[in-house]
């Protein structure tokens, strides 16, 4: 109670206890708590490194299978949000793993997810019934409600980070899912396919069968290679931003918007020997460090950055990132879906 002492005070106690049983609460002994003037995030920064958690998603690949698992995944919960499987209050983060014959069969789910690669090469993501091979850093989508499994016909593990929107799913209670009976989706596409439609800046000419692919999002693969080499090139002749270095944000050609209906996702490059300005946001976010060697300041507590580490910088705690050698790092929050409520916000100093 941050109001002083006033004479009523043993009668309003009185009146809280008599009016509990009735699921009724003074909201002026909360306001302050529920109307907060700027964002209080519940997250912590955190950091996983990649080497440690590698280790541990081996030893479960040594106990259960992927398809016993249906997802054999390890998920980075939040310190501060225990038991609620989240690393920050609107986003999940996990890192799945497929051995070499392993399937991880179809299904579908209204949350969204990405995946992105940690390492590994040629195991695969099918959408809809169309393989994405995926490679060391791509992007793959997984879009609410379209039908996926994985497979690694690769002679190699793969691990990739899983993104997904499921805390924003519970919040709004509106989670439906559903297997397939047989593990793996029918082909309906080759490998490649979508790319070849919607991913060079064209898409199939109108009133033809060649539009496949839902309409309002219809791009699901975006390999390291054509991001890596966009981003070095903009590198060689711009300055970066102040704030974030040099950054590109991953797009729906149907619209130009952010990749999923809740989830956007971008990359940056910061030069060696650059640090970036502070800057708030109020999408926490999760990190991967794809290469490179740096610092994160977030909140005003520093992390080391190793390549394949992951972390998470809270809603509204500042982030200053400095790179010791050329830092390339992607990116994913829920902006996507504050921009759509009106509520998203920077600050930058
Ligand atoms: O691959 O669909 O890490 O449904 C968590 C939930 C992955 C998936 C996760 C999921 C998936």
Redesign the pocket.
Known sequence: MDHPQSPNDAALRQLYAEMAPHHLHPLWEVLHGLVTPTPRSAAAPVLWRYAEAREFLLRAGGLISAEQAE?R?L?MENPTLPGSSCATPSL?A?L?LILPGEV?PC?R?T?C?L?FVMEGDGAFTALDGEKAVMRPFDLVL?PNWQW?D?GNASDAPMIWL?G?D?PMVRFFETSF?ERLPDSAHPETAPAGDTLARYGRNLRPFAGTTAARRPAHLPLFHYPFAEWRAALRAIATHDAPDPHLGHALEFTNPADGGPIMPTIAAHVRLLPAGFTTRPRQATDGTIFVVVSGRGTARIGGQDFALMERDCFVVPSWQALELEAASELVLFAYSDRAAQEKLGLWREARA
């Open positions: 997802r995944v998920i999940y996990g799945q991880a299904h789910h949350q997810a995946r997984t996926h994985h899983d997904l499921i899912a």
